[in-house]
């Protein structure tokens, strides 16, 4: 299509330069609706973004939409720290009869703060806490978030280098097929954890992604992850899953670690839990963890009563018999089929793909390849960003509401991309 170059002045003159997303996407986006986002000229992109995977349920999805505008006009509570609320209530039933019961997961729920980070944060101040310990293994490729002692069990160095000072007691393990199957898994870690020599503290937890989705879409087999919740059986460290981007049903199921038939000491949602991209997050912990005193870990906005309203009606909506996860996985073959066929339509490229659900991505030998794709994506009219750690994966996460026919078409855009982009 043809795009006029906007007018961004008083961003480039007012906004920060950490701006990011809108380097890469040069247009003023006015509105969206389910799948689409447009600007202000009228011009139509297909999202496979979905606010980095805050938007499972699409843009102002109209049944969370109509609940969100009935609370807030009968003059709802907007703001209310963590005091008892109707909205509150609410969710925290729904929470427990629609997710927590029906897999046998008495999980207490925390409300940390607004964002990922504050979970993440939240969940490895508790770890440390019931262990009276202080260092936490993570892996490689891992993203935790922004925050210092989540960045301290990230492994990208470009975020890592923008702390300004040292980021300690964690330490990074081999993720899942990082040496490229030549090593058994946990190997080197188990025999750190047994050596009394080894220098590695005991430590208090592990923190993992099932699928590292900053770190380049890689899924850790299910195997390896029933293989990790021993070793942290055994050698007492807490299990802690960061299910804030791949949760919400974005893998298929509601939580991602379930495929691998796992119940996690402490898991971190945030994203799409309340499905319409108010912020939200989560600390879930098993209930002899719960170890707090009153007040001792809090925010001024750990309480979003908004965002109750649409975490309730997300799960009223689409949890309640499973119909979600079938569509998803559905979705998520049509994904993977095309992928094989642009691998296939372009052998001299070198590709190749993988994902579960409807999380996926594209790497090929070239790293730059990827960034020319999405670049030429946007001038075809769809969103697709690039992750990994030298950004040479393209990342494709859609909303799970979208339809075939969407799917098809941002596939197809992609196809175009893919060739037009060598």
């Not at 509570?77 to 209530?89: E, N, P, V, W």
């Amino acid at each position: 299509m043809t795009i006029t170059q906007p007018d961004l002045s008083v961003f480039e003159t007012v906004e920060s330069e950490v701006r990011s997303y809108c380097r890469a996407w040069p247009a003023i986006f006015d509105r969206a609706q389910g799948s689409y986002l447009f600007d202000e000229d009228g011009h139509r992109y297909l999202d496979f973004f979905a606010g980095a995977g805050s938007l499972n349920y699409g843009h102002n999805n109209p049944v969370l939409k109509r609940a969100l505008l009935d609370y807030l006009e009968r003059d709802g509570i907007t703001h209310g720290l963590d005091m008892s609320t109707t909205a509150k209530r609410a969710f925290l039933e729904t929470f427990r009869d629609v997710i927590l019961r029906p897999r046998d997961m008495d999980h207490k729920v925390m409300f940390p703060g607004p964002t990922g980070t504050n979970a993440v944060e939240s969940a490895l101040k508790l770890a440390r806490k019931v262990k009276g310990r202080e260092s936490i293994v993570s892996f490689t490729n891992a993203f935790h978030g922004m925050s210092l002692g989540s960045l301290a069990v990230t492994g990208n160095a470009f975020k890592r280098a923008g702390a300004g000072i040292p980021l300690v007691h964690g330490t990074p393990m081999p993720f899942d097929d990082y040496l490229d199957g030549r090593t058994p898994d946990f190997i080197w870690f188990e025999r750190l954890l047994e050596d009394s020599g080894s220098g590695l503290n005991q430590p208090a937890a592990v923190i993992v992604e099932t699928v590292q989705g900053e770190g380049g879409i890689n899924v850790a087999r299910a195997e390896w992850l029933r293989a990790l919740a021993d070793l942290c059986r055994r050698y007492d460290m807490l299990l802690i899953v960061d299910d804030i981007q791949m949760g919400c049903g974005r893998t298929g199921a509601f939580f991602s670690f379930e495929e691998a038939g796992i119940q996690p000491d402490i898991i971190t949602v945030s994203k799409s839990i309340s499905g319409y991209g108010l912020p939200l997050a989560l600390t879930l912990f098993k209930p002899e963890l719960d170890v707090w005193e009153p007040g001792e870990h809090n925010g001024t906005f750990r309480g979003n009563n908004p965002a109750f309203v649409t975490a309730a009606a997300a799960l009223d909506a689409y949890w309640h018999d499973g119909q979600m996860e079938k569509q998803t996985m559905a979705r998520g073959e049509q994904v993977e089929a095309a992928l094989a066929g642009i691998v296939r339509e372009n052998p001299d490229a070198g590709g190749h793909f993988r994902g579960r659900g409807l999380v996926w991505g594209m790497e090929f030998p070239d790293k730059e390849r990827a960034g020319r794709i999405c670049r030429r994506a946007f001038d075809l009219g769809l969103l697709v960003e690039t992750s990994g750690p030298e950004s040479e994966v393209v990342k494709l996460l859609p909303a799970l509401t979208i339809s075939p026919e969407e799917l098809d078409e941002g596939l197809r855009i992609l196809a175009r991309a893919v060739r037009e982009a060598g």
